[in-house]
């Protein structure tokens, strides 16, 4: 278990494009992340920028997420931009899990 | 927000995902407001990295970079009477598809966030029961 960042969480929302996908991701993401009360900075990138980075969470479609391995300790792969719900979902297990959120 | 080019096509006959996101790209390439190119670059995109533009059960936004040929802020859609396949493990078949091009890094932030606005409200749903061009083109103008 890493400990809990004693900042706001990092997360990055990553498309093929970096203009659409993700950043519709990106305002899903802080919908969810603010319903489960965590203060987070969320930034939306393309997939060959989002590789020379770090974030705590990288958010992108499952198409993805084997070339995000390395940039987050914690990776979500999401098939439904729409579902906020099941977003939040599996951003509050991720987080337990990482014990970034009890 | 900057006024975004509009426009829409229904009843569209596509005979694959390529055709589709043509489809949805061409009337913003006769506004003038997308190059003929911009189309091209989604489909070589998508290629390159898988398909993208796919973001829910049935829906994709196609889109490119500013520098792919997007000339103005712009938003379209096509509503396919046939659905096709993208290749996406668990959206597809996909039965409307947005377009949207932006000139820079910004100038369609606002028009994006209301654009999931809508979508998260039903806007997808609407516009596939659009019965023609006039009332896909009010309900994306809702959007703008």
Redesign the interface.
């Known amino acids: 278990m890493s400990p809990a960042p004693n900042r706001p969480l990092t997360v990055l929302t990553v ?7 993700s ?2 991701l990106k ?2 993401a802080e919908k969810a992340l603010k319903s489960l009360g965590v203060d987070a900075k969320v930034e939306h990138t393309d ?1 060959s920028s989002a590789r020379g980075m770090k974030a705590d969470v990288a958010i992108a ?4 997420t084997d070339e995000l391995s390395g940039v987050a300790p914690v990776v979500i792969a999401i ?6 719900d099941g977003l939040r979902r599996q951003l509050d297990e991720a987080l337990r899990a990482q014990g970034w959120l009890e | 927000m900057t006024e975004p080019i509009l426009d829409a096509v229904v009843g569209v006959q596509a005979t694959d995902w390529r055709g589709a996101v043509h489809a949805a790209c061409a009337p913003l390439v006769t506004a003038g407001a997308l190059e003929a190119r911009y189309p091209d670059r989604c489909v070589a995109i998508a290629e390159e990295h898988g398909p993208y533009m796919v973001l829910a059960p049935g829906l994709a936004l196609a889109h490119a970079r500013p520098e792919d040929g997007a000339v103005q802020l712009c938003l379209s859609a096509a509503v396919l009477s046939r659905p096709v396949e993208f290749g996406h493990d668990q959206n597809d078949p996909v039965d409307l598809v947005l377009a949207f091009g932006s000139p820079d890094d910004a100038s369609h932030l606002e028009l994006l966030q209301s654009l999931a606005e809508h979508l998260l409200a039903g806007l997808a749903d609407e516009l596939r029961l659009a019965p023609n061009r006039v009332e896909a083109v009010r309900m994306l103008g809702a959007v703008a």
């Open positions: 498309c093929g494009v970096g203009m659409g996908s950043l519709i305002m899903n997939v479609q499952g198409l993805h098939s439904n931009f729409m579902d906020v």
